[in-house]
């Protein structure tokens, strides 16, 4: 059973930067394609990034150029570096595995203006 646990959130000003974790228990190794989704207060949640086995990623339109998705498969952890925050990227951010869709717990990233 895959458990994923996200870090790295915070507060933050605009144009500022983060980068989130989440960090895998169990070997992710044959269900590889990993997404970052995020949920601001009031509204659905919504994919922000996907990378997959094969390391080719998707963007949402609104986070291309200033996001960037990566992994480390030696540490079982996917990354969500995050430049030119704006306070429209307030969220709680969740990372999915794509095979097993099991979620993680979340992390909130709030940016200030």
């Known amino acids: 059973q895959v458990q994923l646990v996200e870090s790295g959130g915070g507060l933050v000003q605009a144009g500022g930067s983060l980068r989130l974790s989440c960090a895998a228990s169990g070997s992710i190794f044959s269900t590889p394609d990993m997404a970052w989704f995020r949920q601001a207060p009031g509204k659905q949640r919504e994919l922000v990034a996907q990378i997959f086995r094969s390391s080719w990623t998707n963007y949402a339109d609104s986070v291309k150029g200033r996001f960037t998705i990566s992994r480390d498969n030696a540490k079982n952890t996917v990354y969500l570096q995050m430049n030119s925050l704006k306070p429209e990227d307030t969220a709680v951010y969740y990372c999915?595995?794509?095979?097993?869709?099991?979620w993680g717990q979340g992390t909130q990233v709030t940016v200030s203006s």
């Open positions: 999915r595995n794509l095979g097993t869709l099991v």
